[in-house]
């Protein structure tokens, strides 16, 4: 497809269950980053992944988020033992990285409303 | 730490009207970007337009403008001729001059055009 594309759309879950969410970023696109935007507030830097380079996880709220990219692609994010605060809109973006004098614009996906019981 | 602050929760104006969405931000960096996004119901995020903090120049997109004011980290949007497809979530970010650079963003402005 043409753009960032997330799934599921909307996810309910029990308090405690784990829940995994998907990203497909656009093609060619070597930067990913999840965001978290919660009832009525601004988006929230989780994760951010650059090709084959370590993650920075410096946004995520705790040790039950994670995430992987794997072949440099498709994303997941996975949250543990989820708690009702976890409750939100889960949104991807993705870009290019053409280095540091040159803007890359973040393209964001539809996201996943995550809602814990 | 960078923070973007957007002062008004909620805002409105009539049709064919202008109307001004403020921010500020706070930070040490020289180089870095800010932007102004769309978030309509459908919660897609649309870049509106973006200021390069190097460039003294204002950005204009069509109908859309910014007053940006460096020393005093304020960034505020200009809509013109708003129109009802304008009512929206609208969110501040500040971006890092950085590759991988991640944005920070107000809390947003919920503007309703009336007809």
């Known amino acids: 497809g043409a753009g960032v594309s997330q799934s599921p759309s909307n996810k309910v879950t029990e308090k405690g269950k784990d829940v995994e969410l998907r990203c497909d970023p656009i093609s060619g696109h070597t930067a990913l980053y999840w965001y978290r935007q919660s009832l009525g507030q601004g988006l929230e830097f989780l994760i951010y992944f650059q090709g084959n380079s370590a993650p920075d996880k410096s946004g995520l709220p705790s040790d039950r988020f994670s995430a992987e990219r794997t072949g440099g692609s498709v994303s997941t994010l996975t949250i543990q033992r989820t708690q009702q605060e976890d409750s939100a809109v889960y949104l991807c973006?993705?870009?290019?990285?053409?280095?540091?004098?040159?803007?890359?614009?973040?393209?964001f996906g539809p996201g996943t409303r995550l809602t814990v019981l | 730490a960078q923070t973007v602050t957007q002062s008004q929760p909620e805002m409105s104006v009539q049709e064919a009207e202008t109307v001004t969405l403020s921010c500020t931000y706070d930070?040490?960096?020289?180089?870095?970007?800010l932007f102004w996004y769309k978030q309509p119901p459908s919660r897609q995020m649309i870049l509106v337009i973006r200021q390069e903090a190097y460039k003294q120049q204002n950005a204009t997109e069509n109908r859309f403008s910014v007053n940006f004011q460096k020393a005093a980290k304020s960034f505020s949007l200009k809509i013109s001729d708003s129109q009802l497809g304008d009512t929206a979530m609208y969110f501040c970010?500040?971006?890092?001059?950085?590759?991988?650079?991640?944005?920070?963003f107000g809390a947003g402005t919920r503007l309703t055009v009336k007809p």
């Open positions: 970010a500040f971006m890092k001059h950085v590759v991988g650079g991640d944005m920070r």
């Open positions: 973006a993705s870009s290019l990285a053409l280095g540091v004098t040159v803007y890359n614009e973040q393209f």
């Open positions: 930070t040490s960096e020289n180089n870095y970007y």
